[in-house]
């Protein structure tokens, strides 16, 4: 069972690239999020979707933007990566809000 | 002030012990509550859900205090396995979903 994949696993970045941070699942669920994890932050939600094709900000959107075009895949982009966007990134997905959500196993991005 | 707070650590305790963790949560029109555990590097996975009337899995117990908008987590009989960190986790269902995670207590079982 694959449940949630994200691709790259690790990348690095200069300052001013950009680049697409691919979600898949293969749960048929319906809700699905994008989170960063910074040392002493916890997860901080950067954009969400309730479905396919929809999305919504979270608390920190700025500097990212997403697509739901596909059920299954929820992508997110950096347009100009910035040195402060170095982080970990782990996408979720649940079939409601009220059941579990499953992670996938994050990205490890660095922005020099 | 941060959505969902949890109580900071680390929180170092010897096996066997029992050890809480608190949650606090701003918003009244939050709907749905979990437990998540998070192990070093790895991903998270929900540990347990807090149901209103409060709720046990072994040696683990949950309660929600809607009244107070807060939420506990009790381990008893620690093992070392249990180190990790515990994130709180809160829904708001009526705004699309979002799920709202606190900054986590991380808790080191020690021999």
């Known amino acids: 069972n694959a449940g949630v994949t994200q691709t790259p696993k690790f990348r690095v970045l200069k300052t001013g690239q950009s680049m697409t941070l691919l979600c898949a699942q293969d749960?048929?669920?319906?809700?699905m999020y994008w989170y960063r994890q910074d040392p002493g932050m916890g997860l901080r939600l950067i954009h969400y979707?309730?479905?396919?094709?929809?999305?919504a900000k979270g608390e920190v959107p700025d500097g990212y933007n997403v697509s739901r075009l596909k059920k299954q895949n929820f992508l997110l982009g950096l347009e100009s990566a910035a040195p402060s966007q170095t982080s970990v990134y782990f996408c979720?997905?649940?079939?409601?809000?009220?059941?579990?959500?499953?992670f996938g196993q994050g990205t490890r991005l660095t922005v020099v | 002030r941060k959505e969902v707070e949890q109580d900071p650590g680390p929180f170092n305790v010897p096996e066997g012990a029992t050890v809480a963790f608190n949650c606090t949560y701003s918003?009244?029109?939050?709907?749905?509550f979990f437990w998540y555990r998070q192990d070093c590097r790895k991903e998270p996975k929900l540990l347990m859900s807090?149901?209103?009337s409060g709720n046990e899995d072994g040696r683990f117990t949950a309660q929600l205090n809607r009244a107070s908008q807060y939420i506990s987590l009790l381990i008893r009989d620690s093992k070392l396995s249990d180190s990790a960190t515990y994130l709180c986790?809160?829904?708001?269902?009526?705004?699309?979903?979002?799920?709202?995670f606190g900054q986590g207590t991380e808790l080191s079982v020690k021999p």
């Open positions: 918003n009244s029109a939050s709907q749905s």
């Open positions: 807090v149901y209103s």
């Open positions: 979720a997905s649940s079939y409601t809000p009220n059941t579990e959500a499953f």
């Open positions: 979707s309730v479905g396919e094709g929809t999305t």
């Open positions: 749960m048929n669920h319906e809700y």
């Open positions: 986790v809160v829904n708001r269902y009526n705004q699309g979903g979002k799920l709202i």
